[in-house]
């Protein structure tokens, strides 16, 4: 159902299909909340892709429910509120999670270090603030980590060794006061690209 000019809010019909298995309305133009409270019931629900609407009005608790997910793509949306509402330990089952340009507030929680399936974190093009998690560097599948056009502050403590596994595919840069400590970095080319030097 992706690119078929949807318009209006979520339809909570969807919330009667139990046995489905992935949903995707990227690139219409739905409004509204996120995820009403009906649609809590999709427990076998493995993709949603909501990407590229207009819903707005935070991130809802109802996500925790759809314990199933392992993609959750809400990019490009001006959903707003912050990361803090949800218990992130509830979607174990994650392997990829895009909330880019999202319009997030606030930290980033420490549950999210917990999702050891995770391979994909996109957090960028956000207003998050606060530090950066070192914590995110032990998620074990971890492969493409984005937390690059935010207001992140303090120091970048992930070890060279993870610097070097993730290169490029670890995006920091365009957070004005995040930046790397001395000492931390002992080879030139592990410097994450745009942080600067403490």
Known sequence: MSRNSLSGSFPLTFGGLTSLLKLDLSY???????????MG?????????????????????SLENLSSLRELVLSNNPIGGG??????????GLGALDLSNTSLTGGIPESMSELKGLRFLGLHDNML??????????????????????NLTGELKFSELFLEKMGRRLGAWDNPNLCYPTGLITRSYNVPFGVKKM
């Open 28 to 38: 219409n133009r739905l409004e509204g909340r996120i995820i009403p409270r009906e």
């Open 83 to 92: 990361l803090m509402i949800l218990e992130w330990r509830n979607l174990m």
């Open 41 to 61: 019931n999709l427990k076998n629900l493995t993709l949603l892709d909501l990407s590229q609407n207009k819903i707005s009005g935070g991130l809802t608790k």
């Open 129 to 150: 603030t606060g530090d950066v998690l070192p914590e995110l560097e032990n998620l074990p599948n971890i492969s493409a980590l984005y937390i690059n056009g935010n």
